[in-house]
């Protein structure tokens, strides 16, 4: 791996470096440095830079899957994210903010968190217990812990099939899907957790019982924020639970709208009644574009990550037969948000693939070739 492209996944600390600098040198007038970055900046770097189809050499692979560098930026994230939301009362008590700055402001940290779900979904990855634990406490800022639940247990097992809430239909928004996948990802994860304790012989209803776990941590977190709070305002800071309620949400639905890009309108063939094909690296939508790859430690692999789903970011691979999208998932996040515009590109798109792909023997002999 080039230099340039190891250095380029400290990408991310550039948003969290640029708004906060912002947020000082304008003593909190100008808050939406974050929303610019991942929706201006972010597109424009694409556009200049351009793509990245290459893959690590077999020569280099067990090299960089031991290269500490990567474990340090993930992990350094986790601490950066607790720190961020943990002092957002003393930002919001040193700067007066109006409702305009407000908004900026905490779509800038909900965005960032958004970003620290995918940080989340590559520790989560890992059999670790190290790996896991910080995985759970970057979930916990953005109450959003049964997603590990779900995801390594449903998700991956469901993909691109009528049973995964997470995978996106032909014709349906992104707002729809929403409500899909926020909602049937929370029954999935119960119904999952439900069956490992029936399994175990534990009781639901028990300290066993991870979903409940992950509802108490983001309430106790929550309930500290806004204690350390209450302490510097001198009063009941009733804006900081607002405030960690408002930014999980707009980190989760961007999770979301990541979700809906990825899979939208790709289904595994059924080759039994309620039995489909093994997945592969047909089943995922990709972008190569340099910038977005970096910021999102190469989540725009996503076939390979579904292929191959203990496979660390920085040796994920490009297949040319996986289904690419046109743009990196920023513009294509905004594109989603305007249903006929998103539509209007991807159905086709989609429609044509399909007509063009190749079939599962054929795509599993290209990736056995890069194996």
């Given at each position: 791996?080039?230099?340039?492209?190891?250095?380029?996944?400290?990408?991310?600390?550039?948003?969290?470096?640029?708004?906060?600098?912002?947020?000082?040198?304008?003593?909190?007038?100008?808050t939406?440095?974050?929303?610019?970055?991942?929706?201006?900046?972010?597109?424009?770097?694409?556009?200049?830079?351009?793509?990245?189809?290459?893959?690590?050499?077999?020569?280099?692979?067990?090299?960089?899957?031991?290269?500490?560098?990567f474990?340090?930026?993930?992990?350094?994230?986790?601490?950066?994210?607790?720190?961020q939301v943990?002092?957002?009362?003393?930002?919001?008590?040193?700067?007066?903010?109006?409702p305009?700055?407000?908004?900026?402001?905490?779509?800038?940290?909900?965005?960032?968190s958004?970003?620290?779900?995918?940080?989340?979904?590559?520790?989560?990855?890992?059999?670790?217990?190290t790996?896991?634990?910080h995985?759970?406490?970057?979930?916990?800022?953005?109450?959003?812990?049964?997603?590990?639940?779900?995801?390594?247990?449903?998700h991956?097992?469901?993909?691109?099939?009528?049973?995964?809430?997470?995978?996106?239909?032909?014709g349906?928004?992104?707002?729809?899907?929403?409500?899909?996948?926020?909602?049937?990802?929370?029954r999935s994860?119960?119904?999952?957790?439900?069956?490992?304790?029936e399994?175990?012989?534990?009781?639901?209803?028990?300290?066993?019982?991870?979903?409940?776990?992950?509802?108490?941590?983001p309430?106790?977190?929550?309930?500290?924020?806004?204690?350390?709070?209450?302490?510097?305002?001198?009063?009941?800071?009733?804006?900081?639970?607002?405030?960690?309620?408002?930014?999980?949400?707009?980190?989760?639905?961007?999770?979301?709208?990541?979700?809906?890009?990825?899979?939208?309108?790709?289904?595994?063939?059924?080759?039994?009644?309620?039995?489909?094909?093994?997945?592969?690296?047909?089943?995922?939508?990709?972008?190569?574009?340099?910038?977005?790859?970096?910021?999102?430690?190469?989540?725009?692999?996503?076939?390979d990550?579904?292929?191959?789903?203990?496979?660390?970011?920085?040796?994920?691979?490009?297949?040319?037969e996986?289904?690419?999208?046109?743009?990196?998932?920023?513009?294509m996040?905004?594109?989603?948000?305007?249903?006929?515009?998103w539509?209007?590109?991807?159905?086709?798109?989609?429609?044509?693939?399909?007509?063009?792909?190749?079939?599962?023997?054929?795509?599993?002999?290209?990736?056995?070739?890069?194996?």
């Amino acid at each position: 791996m080039k230099n340039w492209k190891k250095l380029g996944f400290l990408s991310i600390y550039l948003m969290l470096i640029l708004s906060t600098t912002t947020m000082i040198l304008t003593k909190g007038e100008f808050t939406w440095t974050g929303v610019l970055f991942s929706f201006l900046l972010v597109p424009i770097a694409d556009f200049l830079l351009g793509r990245d189809s290459q893959n690590v050499a077999k020569e280099d692979f067990e090299r960089l899957l031991n290269d500490r560098f990567f474990d340090v930026v993930v992990y350094s994230l986790v601490y950066v994210q607790l720190v961020q939301v943990f002092m957002s009362p003393l930002t919001m008590l040193t700067f007066e903010m109006t409702p305009l700055g407000y908004l900026g402001w905490i779509l800038s940290i909900g965005i960032f968190s958004g970003t620290m779900i995918n940080v989340a979904h590559e520790l989560g990855h890992r059999s670790s217990k190290t790996a896991q634990f910080h995985a759970k406490l970057t979930l916990m800022t953005v109450s959003y812990i049964h997603f590990l639940i779900e995801h390594n247990r449903g998700h991956h097992l469901h993909v691109a099939t009528p049973k995964d809430p997470a995978t996106s239909r032909k014709g349906q928004t992104v707002y729809a899907f929403w409500w899909q996948s926020v909602t049937g990802s929370f029954r999935s994860a119960w119904q999952i957790e439900t069956k490992r304790l029936e399994r175990s012989g534990l009781a639901v209803w028990s300290r066993h019982n991870e979903m409940i776990w992950a509802c108490v941590w983001p309430l106790v977190f929550c309930g500290l924020l806004t204690a350390w709070g209450s302490f510097l305002a001198q009063r009941f800071m009733w804006e900081a639970t607002v405030f960690f309620f408002a930014q999980s949400i707009i980190g989760f639905l961007m999770l979301e709208c990541v979700n809906y890009i990825e899979h939208y309108g790709i289904m595994r063939r059924e080759i039994a009644p309620g039995r489909y094909e093994k997945v592969n690296p047909l089943h995922s939508w990709n972008a190569n574009h340099i910038f977005s790859n970096l910021v999102l430690f190469q989540l725009q692999r996503h076939s390979d990550h579904h292929a191959n789903a203990a496979r660390p970011y920085q040796v994920l691979r490009h297949f040319d037969e996986s289904p690419q999208m046109p743009f990196g998932y920023s513009l294509m996040i905004l594109m989603s948000l305007v249903p006929p515009v998103w539509f209007a590109v991807m159905d086709k798109r989609l429609e044509k693939w399909q007509s063009n792909a190749c079939d599962t023997d054929q795509i599993m002999a290209v990736a056995a070739q890069y194996a």
